[in-house]
Structure formats: C-alpha cells, structure tokens
Nanobody
Framework: QVQLVESGGGLVQPGGSLRLSCAASRSIFSIYAMGWYRQAPGKQRELVAVITSGSNSNYADSVKGRFTISSDNAKNTVYLQMNSLKPEDTAVYYC??????????????WGQGTQVTVSS
C-alpha cells in the first residue's frame, strides 16, 4: 500500500499563491503518472493537472497559465504551484498517483486531501 502525504494547503487572498506537495511514503519501483484533482462543495472531483514519467504535463483549461505541476521522481514527490489564485479555485485538492511497487504491482492511490480556500 502506498501512502501519500499532502501539504501546503491553506487560506489565501485572491491573486495569491500556494504550493502543494505530495510525497509517497513507500518505495516505488516506477511511476506512470502523478497528478492533482480537486473537488469543490456540491461539485464532482475534477482533474487539475497531471505529469507523466516522461515529464509530459496536462492541465485543466481553467488553470492553464496559472498552475504548474512538477515532480521529483527521486523523492517520489509531486508539486503543484498555484499562482493568481481565484475564489473559484477553492476546493479540496487531492494527490493521485499511478505507480508500480514491488509488493503490490501497478496501482492507483489517492491522498487524503488538502483544503485550499481563496477568499478576501
């Protein structure tokens, strides 16, 4: 079982920045992709950004140009730099990884979620 530890959420004013981090707590054999999803109250969970092992990244249209996803595979960590934050970015942000471990093979894992609130 891979455990994901997220950090970096909080309260920020519109136009501000936050950086989310997600670290996998267990040795991983290989990484297929790491990404971030978010879920606002009353809405479905949606993809924010994803980065593959080949460093290809994709973003939701709503965050393009404002958010940047990056990863440090040596540390099994994925980051989400969020700039020019808007109130509509308010949500619980979840880390998601698709990896291979020696003991469990290929699997998809979720973090516990971290709250991001954008408000003045």
């Amino acid at each position: 079982q891979v455990q994901l530890v997220e950090s970096g959420g909080g309260l920020v004013q519109p136009g501000g920045s936050l950086r989310l981090s997600c670290a996998a707590s267990r040795s991983i054999f290989s990484i297929y992709a790491m990404g971030w999803y978010r879920q606002a109250p009353g809405k479905q969970r949606e993809l924010v950004a994803v980065i593959t092992s080949g460093s290809n990244s994709n973003y939701a249209d709503s965050v393009k140009g404002r958010f940047t996803i990056s990863s440090d595979n040596a540390k099994n960590t994925v980051y989400l730099q969020m700039n020019s934050l808007k109130p509509e970015d308010t949500a619980v942000y979840y880390c998601n990884v698709e990896v291979v471990t020696v003991s469990d093979g290929r699997g998809v894992y979720w973090g516990q979620g971290t709250q991001v609130t954008v408000s003045s």
